[in-house]
């Protein structure tokens, strides 16, 4: 099964590599509690309420510093570890990921056991308690998730395509170097706009349970780069010299389109959620009232509901285009996990909105934004 799978050589680890590969996540995440504590970091009001307070809860954000960092560690590998090692421990890592995230959600579960759902199994999975800081504020757990994901996604596609280029070396697939350009573009963008993350339906509406942890933890953080997994061991595809510069160019315009969309979205909902009045790319905003609430229905929340979605979507396609390898199912498994999770989360978030705004008003937004998420498709 696993020779079938074309991933056999990721299990080609001594016992002990093994046994360090499981505890891999749980050391980096230590590691990464401790340098952005000691990091200094900027403070930001986001958009969920403090109830203890009345007003905005505080977020300290540093994660661009900490991105830095460990891309500094890994590449110079200052703890010992090799460029490699990432990439090689990646099963094992996921694993002990799991296993570690387990842990982390029955501790959560059982601490705030006075705030548990009526339905455990769902307390457990989508977590029992909404917010969690600590150090006062200076850990917020979900920001800290979140942004450790995005931290070791790029050097898991790093460590991917450095093992790709010591097989293959002058015959090396560009898409790989390409593919993971890409993603390091994406999460830097996430830092340098790191604010904006206090805005989405991530921080705002996700509870603190195994979802989170193992999303971020595992999914996020290891899994997004599973494309790498069966293609690192495979060559340049060979198209020729000017087909390939052409699958290049092609490939960075629909990913720099999708992103476009998504961290345009993004901007705008920031915008209007910060400055009401204040237009977006000379898009001015038009909303529907809901007491103190407002709808956002112009600009690309007029194209369709969750119209940054089908940016995302447009992003998984140009990461599968990228590796070259067309018919390869490996080539599309962040891109059809991408597009599968979006469509599963419009239709959560159309029906908490409804709950929200009530279903006169957002009947009303959706006679305005008649699409789900591809304009004129769906």
């Not at 759902?117 to 909404?130: D, E, P, Y």
């Not at 194209?303 to 067309?326: D, P, Q, T, V």
Request: glycine content about 10%; hydrophobic content about 45%.
């Amino acid at each position: 099964m696993i020779d079938w799978l074309g991933v056999s050589h990721l299990f080609d680890l001594s016992l002990t590599e093994k046994i360090l590969g499981f505890f891999t996540p749980l050391i980096a995440y230590v590691a990464y509690i401790l340098v952005q504590i000691i990091l200094p970091g900027r403070s930001f009001n986001g958009y969920v309420t403090n109830p203890d307070t009345g007003h905005p809860r505080r977020y300290r954000l540093n994660g661009l510093f900490v991105f830095c960092v460990f891309l500094i560690v890994w590449w110079f590998e200052l703890t010992g570890m090799p460029r490699d090692w990432l990439y090689r421990s990646t099963i094992f890592a996921v694993m002990g990921g799991t296993v570690f995230t387990t842990i982390f959600s029955i501790l959560t579960y059982v601490l705030h056991r006075k705030k548990q759902k009526k339905n455990r199994i769902k307390a457990f999975w989508t977590g029992s308690v909404q917010e969690l800081s600590l150090l006062e504020g200076r850990f917020d757990m979900k920001m800290n998730f979140y942004a450790f994901g995005g931290v070791f996604l790029v050097l898991n596609a790093l460590s991917g395509a450095w093992v790709h280029y010591e097989l293959f070396g002058e015959d090396s697939n560009p898409g790989i170097f390409l593919f993971t350009a890409f993603f390091t573009f994406y999460i830097l963008d996430y830092f340098v706009l790191e604010a904006v993350t206090l805005y989405t339906f991530d921080l705002i509406h996700e509870g603190i349970g195994f979802k989170l942890y193992w999303g971020s933890l595992v999914v996020f953080g290891w899994m997004f780069t599973m494309p790498l997994w069966g293609m690192v061991v495979y060559p340049n595809p060979e198209f020729g010299e000017a087909w390939t510069t052409i699958l290049m160019i092609v490939t960075s315009i629909l990913f720099l389109i999708g992103w476009g969309i998504s961290r345009g979205s993004n901007l705008q909902k920031y915008t209007f959620k910060r400055w009401p009045e204040r237009s977006f790319l000379g898009i001015p905003p038009k909303f529907i009232s809901v007491g103190e609430r407002k709808i956002l229905y112009s600009g690309f929340w007029g194209k369709a509901r969750h119209f940054g979605y089908f940016g995302e979507a447009l992003i998984g396609i140009a990461f599968a285009l990228s590796l070259g390898y067309f018919l390869n199912p490996w080539a599309w498994t962040y891109g059809i996990f991408i597009m599968s999770l979006c469509v599963a989360r419009e239709r959560t978030d159309d029906k908490f909105c409804e709950l929200k705004y009530g279903s006169e008003k957002w009947g009303e937004y959706r006679a305005r934004a008649k699409y789900r998420i591809i304009p004129g498709i769906y």
